[in-house]
Nanobody
């Protein structure tokens, strides 16, 4: 089974920075797209950013220019560098991965991490 584990969340002041990490482990043959989503209580989970296996990126308009997504394919890890943080960035951030597995059979499946809390407050 595949597991995604996020880290790097915490409390920061407005204008500060955080770097989130998400490492995938398990019976992974390869990972297609990886991404970050966030959710505030009472609201729908929303896309923050995605990155393909080839490095093509996509960002929500609200974070464009402030956040940068990257990945290390050798480590099956995706990162989200968050700069110039605003109070409205406060949310639980979830890692997402489109995984091609080889054990016990070849199959493709979406996995989610457990989430990491990001709080931006003065």
């Amino acid at each position: 089974q595949v597991q995604l584990v996020e880290s790097g969340g915490g409390l920061v002041q407005p204008g500060g920075s955080l770097r989130l990490s998400c490492a995938a482990s398990g019976s992974i043959f390869s990972i297609y797209t990886m991404g970050w989503y966030r959710q505030v209580p009472g609201k729908q989970r929303e896309l923050v950013s995605t990155i393909s296996s080839g490095g093509s990126t996509n960002y929500a308009d609200s974070v464009k220019g402030r956040f940068t997504i990257s990945r290390d394919n050798a480590k099956n890890t995706v990162y989200l560098q968050m700069n110039s943080l605003k109070p409205e960035d406060t949310a639980v951030y979830y890692c997402n991965a489109d995984v091609l597995l080889a054990i016990p059979v070849v199959m493709r499946k979406i996995y989610w991490g457990q989430g990491t809390q990001v709080t931006v407050s003065s």
